[in-house]
């Protein structure tokens, strides 16, 4: 047993290929050099770790994230804003016709502690979750080293807008180089022409020389607030490593190259469409699917999203409805 700053997490000892085994409730997790597998009183589930730690990454970067974050069509978490469900089987069909799915909900600090703790110690050295595959080393084999800085990194959140003076800075040749997808982007930044007086106040930055110096895929960032209105772009490079759950509508524009998603019912995983997206196109995502994207260059996606706490409350019980206009 180890403890973190936060709460109590349970590790064992170190297995033979070096990785502790985690518990969190009746779900057990543990790795060896392939595989992650998660058990619990009903059953067993195997994921390629690769796909586990890219997906345990994206869930513990965004705070369990908005509504429900599949790691694949079993495992996955439900946000409860404060608590989180970790379930097994309960968003799909034949795990739960069989009964053999389980649900547990923890206080937010608990599973996130855990997720931490299980995300630092099976992250071997030279493995990247955030990163292309075209861009890391693996994360195959007996446990060697760790990549705590890369697994840390801070999600940019600004409070206003990026640019803003005090707000999160734009980026430079110094920390963040322009991706190799990504080298005919256009780096000038816009001029700005302020009445006297107002110069800290009108601001404007360069949003694509911005995401083409991003050094990390699936990762929405915040880079203006107004009230509840997020607008979280990000660039895609491969697969989206989890599947999304709504619990509220989410716009997306393709802001460049193009992006396929698998769109499913929310509860059963049912398929209900195929949607191919082009630089210029807009979508409005329901709140009662779930959705995984696929993108075979590295492209550019804003994530427009409502941040209102008071969505999930009003669509579960039907005030509010699961899609955004009527036409
Ligand atoms: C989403 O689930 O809507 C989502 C998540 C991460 C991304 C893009 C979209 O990078
Ligand atoms: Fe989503």
């Known amino acids: 047993m180890t403890d973190t700053a936060m709460t109590e997490v349970l590790a064992g000892e170190p297995n033979h290929h070096g990785y502790r085994t985690f518990q969190l409730g009746e779900f057990a997790f543990e790795r060896d050099e392939y595989f992650a597998y998660v058990r619990w009183p009903t059953g067993t589930h195997t994921m390629s770790v690769d796909a586990f730690l890219r997906a345990a990454q994206r869930d513990v970067a ?3 994230f908005y509504g429900t974050v599949n790691f694949d069509n079993v495992v996955g978490t439900v946000n409860h804003y404060g608590n989180v469900d970790l379930f097994a089987g309960s968003f799909n069909e ?11 909900n923890f206080p937010h600090e608990q599973i996130l502690g855990t997720f931490r703790s299980m995300l630092d110690d099976w992250t071997n050295e030279g493995f990247d979750p955030f990163a292309a595959p075209e861009e890391t080393r693996t994360a195959w084999g007996d446990k060697s080293g760790n990549n705590t800085e890369a697994i840390t990194r801070r999600r940019v959140t600004a409070s206003r807008m990026v640019g803003v003076p005090g707000d ?8 963040h180089p322009v991706n190799r997808m990504f080298a005919d982007v256009d780096q000038s930044q816009p001029e700005i022409y302020a009445e006297p007086g107002f110069e800290d106040q009108v601001c404007a930055f360069n949003l694509f020389g911005y995401l083409s110096r991003s ?3 699936w990762n929405p960032s915040i880079v203006s607030v107004c009230k509840d209105s997020l607008y979280c772009p990000t660039t895609e490079e491969y697969i989206l490593p989890i599947i999304h759950g709504n619990d509220r509508v989410e716009w997306f524009v393709q802001l460049s190259d193009q992006i396929e998603w698998e769109v499913a019912d929310k509860v059963t995983g049912k398929l209900r469409a195929r949607v191919t997206m082009k630089a210029g196109d807009v979508a409005a995502m329901p709140a009662d699917i779930r959705h995984q994207g696929y993108s075979p260059k590295r492209s550019m996606l804003l994530v427009w999203e409502n941040g209102s706490a008071e969505l999930p409350e009003l669509i579960a019980t039907g005030k509010a409805p699961t899609y955004p206009v009527d036409i």
Do not use: G, Q, S
């Not at 795990?95 to 389980?102: C, G, I, N, S």
């Not at 999160?168 to 110094?174: G, K, L, Q, Y």
């Open 215 to 217: 050094d990390v895929t």
């Open 94 to 104: 034949a795990y739960r016709k069989a009964e053999l799915d389980h649900l547990e």
């Open 62 to 64: 965004w705070n369990f």
């Open 168 to 175: 999160e800075p734009i980026r430079t040749d110094e920390t």
